[in-house]
């Protein structure tokens, strides 16, 4: 598999992982401002990858990711926009309501993205690996087999199992499900932490990001919420080209739908993240 991994060899002190930026401004606004006040290095702020999106403001977003100079993996977003293909390679299922939703929302990025912008995606890797705490960490959208694989928490162990083994990892980092969650088994942990461009399902406009922290060498993470402005998000967002019912969700913080999702996540629909 010709995969372009970065090595960010062995990193120390608070880190931040975030994912699904989704061309929320906002929300990036305010995550960068909360990694100045935390005096986070900007080397310590790895996303998950899907820098865009849904929301109204890809190139502004992606202007200001490069100004901040944190770290990224590709998501499908970037690998389709960058290749000029026709479509988001989220994965949905043909004639689905995020398929029919993808048609409207991918044009408009597409549409937006400047020549300078483009140049950036293409130079952001893969996967990224780090030493954190005397474990190796593997960062990969949503497996390393495949960037648009839906893994949850209540996905079985064994369809994450070989990701470990694959990377000889002892903690993956995932993304692009939307949904923050942790699965421990034994000494090895799938960590997704969530994306801040758009609500987890959970009834609340709040989004989620995590940290780690290495005190007396030891591998500690914290899931977060982020709170934006996200009435302007949303108000953007009904620009007449955009869905609105991620409008509507940036506000409600409900998913219009639960398509992707298997029974168990489903049946959590505005009852709160259960962690």
């Not at 639960?258 to 259960?274: D, H, M, R, V």
């Amino acid at each position: 598999m010709d995969q372009k991994i970065e090595n960010l060899g062995k990193i120390s002190g608070k880190t931040l992982l975030f994912g699904g930026v989704y061309s929320n401004l906002q929300a990036l606004q305010a995550l960068k401002q909360i990694a100045e006040k935390e005096n986070i290095a900007r080397d310590n702020c790895i996303c998950t990858g899907d820098i865009l999106g849904y929301c109204a403001q890809p190139e502004e977003t992606v202007q200001l990711f490069k100004l901040w100079g944190a770290k990224s993996i590709v998501g499908n977003v970037e690998i389709q926009l960058r290749e000029n293909s026709d479509d988001c390679g989220c994965d949905f299922r043909e004639g689905s309501r995020c398929d029919g939703f993808s048609q409207l929302w991918y044009p408009f990025a597409q549409s937006k993205l400047s020549e300078n912008s483009l140049e950036f995606l293409k130079t952001i890797p893969n996967n990224i690996t780090f030493n954190y705490a005397d474990k190796k960490v593997t960062v990969v959208h949503g497996s390393y087999f495949n960037v648009s694989e839906f893994i949850f928490k209540s996905t079985d162990w064994e369809v994450k199992k070989p990701n470990f083994e694959v990377t000889k990892s002892d903690v993956i980092i995932a993304g692009h499900c939307g949904l923050p969650f942790h699965h421990q088994e034994k000494e090895q942990l799938w960590l997704n932490p969530g994306v801040i461009g758009m609500p987890a399902n959970d009834g609340s406009p709040s989004v989620w990001y995590a940290i780690l922290e290495d005190s007396n060498n030891s591998f500690n993470f914290t899931h977060k919420t982020l709170d934006y402005n996200f009435k302007l998000t949303s108000k953007l967002m009904q620009n007449g080209l955009l869905p609105e019912e991620y409008s509507r969700t940036i506000i409600t913080g409900i998913w219009d739908n639960t398509e992707i999702l298997p029974a168990i996540e489903s049946g959590l629909q505005g009852f709160g993240i259960q962690l």
